[in-house]
Structure formats: C-alpha cells, structure tokens
C-alpha cells in the first residue's frame, strides 16, 4: 500500500502531527508512506524513521494550472490513500485531481465531495490537545482500512531524530558564529511571527540573558525566523552583552539542530518550542493570550510559564490594555529555572 500523507502549513502543527504519523507507520509497517509538504518541513523530518519519502512544495498559494502540474506529478506517485491533515480545500483538491483512490479528511471548507471518507470534526475538538485532533484523523483511517484501531494504546511520541552529523555540525555552527563550543548552550526564542501579544517584553529577555550570564558561563543564542530578527536584534541591543544573535540567520534545518545540542531553550508561544520539544530540550515556553491545554509543548520535557490574570486566555492578537499576562512574568523566576536545569545537567555530567 502507498500512502500519501498532506503535511501542515505551519511549523507549530507539522510538529503536532508526528504523533499521529508515528501511529500510522506502527498500523502500516509495510506501507510506502510519502509526505506531501513545505519545502521547509524537510528542516524537521529529515531524519524520522516513520517516513519513506518527501515530497516538497514551495507555496499553497499557486494557481489552478500549478494546481493541475502537482496533481499530475501525484498521480504518477500511485498512491492509494491521501490522509489530508489540513483543512483546506486546496489540500484536498490535489489528491481528488491526482485520483488517489481513498481520500480520508476533515469535513470542512466545503471540500466533503472530493474525500471518500469524510471525518466529522470531533466535539473535543477546543478542549483537548491540537495533537489528539491528527491522531484521531489518523485512528479513523486505520479503523476503516483495518477494521480496528489497535494503536490508540500506544502512548503518543512527538520525538524527531536528529543525526550525530547535524550535532556535530550544529556545535560548529555556534564557534563559526563567535561561541565557546565547550560551554553549555541556552536558547532564547524571543519572538512571535503570528502574535505581538504572544511576546513576553524584549526588556525581560534581556534581563533573563544577563542574570544567566552572571551565574554561569554559556553560550547565549537568539533564535528565531527573519521575520523575527528585528525582535532578536532589539534583546541584543538592551541586553549589552555578548549574545549570539542568530535569528533570521540559520534555516529551519540548522536551528532544529542547534536545539537539539541546547541544554535549555527559553521562548514565547512560537513554534521552535514545539520543534525543541520534539528533539527533548528542556523547553521553558511563557504563555499569556493563549490556552496552554491545546497549544502548548507537548511533552513532558516542556513547561508552561504563566500567571493567571482575569483576562487570559484572550485569544488577540495585539493587546488592548497593559499586557499583563506577560509583565506578570518575572525574569527572576524564569532565570531560577534555568540555572537549575544548567546546575542539573553540569552534575549530571
């Protein structure tokens, strides 16, 4: 059997599908499994062992005649099922106009005549972590290839490998970039590309950087996409110290493999935390607008920083009033937890 499975759009929930990929390769060990995704997915999936190929698109904004071109290049992949994780209709045009036999996805955006096997969204759905909405996509397709769904004992993995090479290379990328690559790496991810109201204060960023530095000897990194490079720059600049502003200067693959040598990644809601997550960094990700249960880390190796105020979760994007979900947040008490992890990795040996 070939499987053809349509990855996210966006880092964040292509983490958040690895469960339910993981899931499918146990129930299919045999299957041929392709992913259908971003050129920049392959930044995250390069070394997983439940893939057997990568199929790369550049935008999900083409048009109707580069529609039909991937359709025909699909087609020629003779696959026989399409499991369509978004919920687009463009996604699944592309496996209804490729002719892959069974279709299984979502019911929304008016695209139920192009799935053959059309899964209603669950009740649960606002309730329960993003992950168990893919895993259930996922449990529907094994049930109605296989008759059952054996797998939903298996606990959910989010894990990604990451080669010895791309360590390797990731410790040298950090001497290229002005580091010490015998001191203990911690990552600060200061940025949000989709929320400013997600970004706790660059001045508290800069604040945790120098309480770090003071305490212990590493190597401090701002990580994060070029669109975020501005925010970095600004931590840089208030901070005065000698911070190693890579933001906007690395690919997706690169900073996948920086995190995974890190001893502690430090960010906002931003999707690297679930990429830091993935490779088992021990990830501090301070929360303020959003709803923790749903989106945050998956893992146990992540924790939530929050403190409850009376108008959190909002949801906006921009806050109206004083931004306290994030002012509430001392550097004090984030500085606390990451001197600790430092102090447990350096006796641990």
């Known amino acids: 059997m070939r499987i053809l499975v349509r990855g996210t759009n966006w880092i964040g929930d292509a983490v958040m599908t690895i469960p339910a990929m993981r899931r499918l390769r146990r129930a299919f060990p045999a299957a041929h499994i392709a992913l259908h995704c971003r050129k920049w997915a392959e930044g995250i999936f390069r070394d997983v062992d439940f893939l057997d190929e990568i199929i790369t698109f550049q935008t999900a904004d083409k048009g109707l ?13 003779n696959f026989d099922v399409a499991v369509l994780f978004p919920n687009s209709f463009r996604s699944a045009a592309l496996p209804w106009l490729g002719k892959i036999p069974r279709r299984f996805g979502y019911e929304k955006e008016m695209r139920g005549f192009m799935l053959t096997d059309r899964v209603a969204i669950p009740e649960w759905k606002s309730t329960r972590h993003e992950v ?21 004992s298996e606990p959910p993995d989010i894990s990604i490998a990451v ?4 360590r390797d290379d990731a410790r040298k990328l950090i001497e290229t970039l002005g580091g010490d690559p015998g001191l203990p790496i911690v990552a600060l991810g200061c940025g949000s590309t989709n929320s400013r109201a997600k970004r706790w204060p660059a001045e508290r960023f800069a604040s945790l950087a120098s309480q770090i530095l003071d305490r212990n000897a590493a190597n401090l990194v701002l990580l994060g996409s ?8 600004n931590v840089h600049s208030i901070s005065g110290r000698n ?25 906002n809601d931003m999707a690297l935390a679930h990429l830091s997550d ?3 960094t021990p990830t501090l990700v301070i929360f303020g607008p959003a709803i ?4 945050r880390p998956f893992s146990d190796v992540a924790e939530v920083i929050r403190v409850q105020v009376e108008c959190s979760p909002c949801m906006l994007r921009d806050c109206p009033i004083d931004h306290r979900c994030m002012t509430a947040i001392e550097p004090d008490v984030v500085g606390k937890r990451v001197l ?7 006796t641990n040996g």
């Open 243 to 267: 911070l190693i502003n890579a933001a906007g200067k690395t690919s997706l693959e690169d900073a996948v493999a920086l995190l995974a040598v890190a001893s502690v990644f430090v960010s």
């Open 163 to 166: 080669s010895p090479a791309r």
């Open 292 to 295: 923790p249960q749903t989106a």
């Open 340 to 346: 600790d992890i430092l102090e447990r990795d350096a």
């Open 132 to 152: 168990y909405y893919y895993l259930n996509l996922v449990d529907e397709v094994i049930g109605s290839l296989e008759g059952h769904a054996d797998a939903q």
């Open 65 to 77: 005649n580069d529609l039909r071109t991937e359709a025909t290049q699909i087609r020629h992949g």
């Open 278 to 280: 993935a490779v088992g």
């Open 226 to 233: 070029e669109d975020e490079s501005d925010v970095a720059e």
